[in-house]
């Protein structure tokens, strides 16, 4: 399995066959570098500019953006109901978190979630290997609710995602806020992380923090 960040909330995830998913593709109004990406499926967790910019995306791939279970060459596909906010997407509207199952892992890309998951939602999600996780706040989780989020998923490694860049346009708090909270933090300087099923079999928490470039 291998998870790059393309920065913000879109990561391109390949697994061992070498089909491709690609989350949140952003515009060219949020700061980071706009990927040209040939992807082979595409998920949006809500339709805001910074998380369903199809146009950047290249290859015969099919968009995944509603509630429900899918089946998408190969992977399963979950996308659980969630709010932009805490008021019942009165503010921000809607956000779909998704889950990935592929190569026996599972991932779980939050999207913009706002608020702590209900017990019902949790049991939608079910299981999480791998948790990509919003902690800049303001529009989205703040550290402290991001750091709840992960007490109740329970994942094996958590990359953080949506927080505030030396590129990103608009303010956000820093992933700092977040890490701080954790013992085990990798701070690596690429874009890419490889997992392996033996990387999931380890007793402590990962929290891996991704460059964008």
């Known amino acids: ?54 146009d950047c995306v290249k290859g015969n791939f099919e968009v995944v953006n509603k ?11 979950t996308g659980v109901h969630t709010y932009h906010d805490e008021e019942g997407g009165k503010k921000r509207g809607d956000n779909i978190v998704y889950v990935f199952e592929t190569d026996g ?12 998951l209900t017990p ?6 079910s299981k999480v290997d791998i948790l990509l996780i919003p902690v800049g706040g303001i529009y989205t989780l703040d550290a402290e609710k991001a750091k709840e989020i992960v007490s109740i998923l329970r994942p094996k490694i958590v990359i953080p995602m949506h927080f ?11 992933v700092d806020n977040f890490t701080a909270y954790f013992e085990n933090v990798e701070i690596l300087k690429g874009q890419v992380i490889e997992i392996k099923q033996e990387d999931l079999a380890r007793e402590d928490l990962r929290v891996v923090v991704l460059n964008y470039r």
Not at 67 to 77: E, L, P, T
Not at 110 to 115: A, F, T
Not at 120 to 125: G, L, N, S
Not at 164 to 174: E, G, H, Q, S
């Open 67 to 77: 509630v429900g279970n899918f089946y998408v060459k190969d992977i399963n596909i």
């Open 105 to 116: 892992m599972r991932i779980c890309h939050l999207g913009d979630l706002g608020h702590i």
């Open 164 to 174: 505030k860049t030396d590129v990103l346009k608009f303010n956000l708090d820093p």
């Open 1 to 54: 399995m291998r998870i790059k960040w393309l920065g913000h909330s879109c990561f391109k995830i390949t697994n061992s066959k070498g089909i491709r998913i690609l989350t949140d593709p952003f515009d060219d109004n949020v700061g980071y570098h706009l990927p040209q990406v040939e992807t082979d499926i595409v998920t949006m967790s809500h339709q805001h500019f910074d998380h369903n910019f199809v």
């Open 120 to 125: 019902a939602q949790v049991e939608m999600i």
